[in-house]
């Protein structure tokens, strides 16, 4: 049951925190990332607090600073690649297969493939419905290598054995340390400060929190002692882009027009359809 309950919390939270920068599309990505962790350790530390768990684990640390690491180069595809959406969808679809194979190779997960693969192919297919024609894509090898980091940054944390209260604030640590860190850097690069207006700042402290909760959900997810797994929790996750599609149509009408609500159905469909073969895998 609690692993239900971490992939639930965990879509909501992770398809809900960067609304913020929807809402205040002109608040820098890099000041939202170093706000963000900001409000992640405060929320680790109150939980901290209520379990005891303070601790400075390195496996945590590490973990955090390649999440850090993922994120900068999610941010930089959006630049550098100039392609907003297939920067996520092309980092979440490597995060999925990378997270899968792991789970059933590396910690030899027993999944029924006859159901396992085909979900997993559902869920990619579903994802990308909306982007239509692919092109280049090797040529956008920082999305791609963001979902490397996205679908492997935990495995050091399964293989610790560490609890995940153990796990979470040192974890947080390390993301917090490494996203100032570079915000810091980046400020000094560019000459100047950016601009951090108090509303959207306190806005994306509250983000930080929620992806706080979310990524303790994760934990619940993909225990070894729980109903999914590594290969099927995490990939489960991913169902976190069905929230922020709703978010875009319902509260910044993206999708605007009939083919792009069309094709928004039939992905929902193919991808909920992959998320059911994908637990009935674990049955």
């Given at each position: 049951?609690l692993?239900?309950?971490?992939?639930?919390?965990g879509?909501?939270?992770?398809?809900?925190?960067?609304?913020?920068?929807?809402?205040?599309?002109?608040?820098?990505?890099w000041?939202?990332?170093?706000?963000?962790?900001?409000g992640?350790?405060?929320?680790?530390s109150?939980?901290?607090?209520?379990?005891?768990?303070?601790?400075?684990?390195?496996?945590?640390?590490?973990?955090?600073?390649?999440?850090?690491?993922g994120?900068?180069?999610?941010?930089?595809?959006v630049q550098?690649?100039?392609?907003l959406?297939?920067?996520?969808l092309?980092?979440m679809s490597?995060?999925?297969l990378?997270?899968?194979?792991?789970g059933?190779?590396?910690?030899?997960?027993?999944?029924?493939?006859y159901f396992?693969i085909?979900?997993i192919?559902c869920?990619?297919?579903?994802?990308?419905i909306?982007?239509?024609?692919?092109?280049?894509?090797w040529?956008?090898?920082?999305?791609?290598?963001?979902?490397?980091?996205?679908g492997?940054?935990?495995?050091?944390?399964?293989?610790?054995?560490?609890?995940?209260?153990?796990?979470?604030f040192?974890f947080?640590?390390?993301?917090?340390?490494?996203?100032?860190a570079?915000?810091?850097?980046?400020?000094?690069?560019r000459?100047?400060?950016?601009?951090?207006?108090?509303?959207?700042?306190?806005?994306?402290?509250?983000?930080?929190?929620?992806?706080?909760?979310g990524?303790?959900?994760i934990?619940?997810?993909?225990?070894d002692?729980?109903?999914?797994?590594?290969?099927?929790?995490?990939?489960?996750?991913?169902?976190?882009?069905?929230?922020?599609?709703?978010?875009?149509?319902?509260a910044?009408?993206?999708?605007?027009?009939?083919?792009?609500?069309?094709?928004?159905?039939?992905s929902?469909?193919?991808?909920l359809?992959?998320?059911?073969?994908l637990?009935?895998?674990?049955?």
């Amino acid at each position: 049951m609690l692993s239900i309950i971490g992939v639930l919390m965990g879509v909501f939270a992770f398809g809900t925190y960067m609304v913020p920068l929807k809402k205040y599309p002109n608040y820098s990505s890099w000041a939202f990332l170093a706000v963000m962790s900001v409000g992640a350790i405060v929320c680790s530390s109150v939980i901290a607090c209520i379990t005891g768990q303070f601790n400075l684990q390195p496996v945590g640390v590490v973990c955090g600073l390649l999440w850090v690491i993922g994120g900068a180069l999610c941010f930089w595809a959006v630049q550098a690649e100039a392609d907003l959406a297939g920067t996520g969808l092309r980092s979440m679809s490597v995060s999925i297969l990378l997270s899968f194979i792991t789970g059933v190779t590396l910690f030899a997960e027993h999944t029924l493939l006859y159901f396992s693969i085909p979900a997993i192919a559902c869920m990619l297919v579903g994802i990308w419905i909306p982007a239509g024609r692919v092109k280049h894509l090797w040529k956008n090898w920082r999305s791609l290598l963001s979902g490397v980091v996205f679908g492997s940054y935990l495995i050091p944390y399964k293989l610790s054995n560490l609890g995940d209260m153990e796990f979470l604030f040192p974890f947080s640590v390390g993301v917090c340390v490494g996203s100032v860190a570079l915000f810091a850097v980046l400020t000094l690069k560019r000459g100047k400060r950016y601009d951090m207006p108090v509303v959207p700042t306190l806005f994306s402290f509250g983000a930080g929190a929620l992806w706080m909760l979310g990524t303790l959900a994760i934990f619940w997810a993909i225990a070894d002692d729980g109903m999914f797994g590594y290969a099927v929790g995490y990939p489960l996750l991913q169902l976190n882009l069905v929230v922020n599609q709703l978010w875009g149509v319902f509260a910044f009408g993206e999708y605007a027009t009939r083919t792009e609500r069309v094709k928004l159905a039939v992905s929902t469909v193919v991808i909920l359809s992959g998320a059911v073969l994908l637990t009935l895998s674990k049955m």
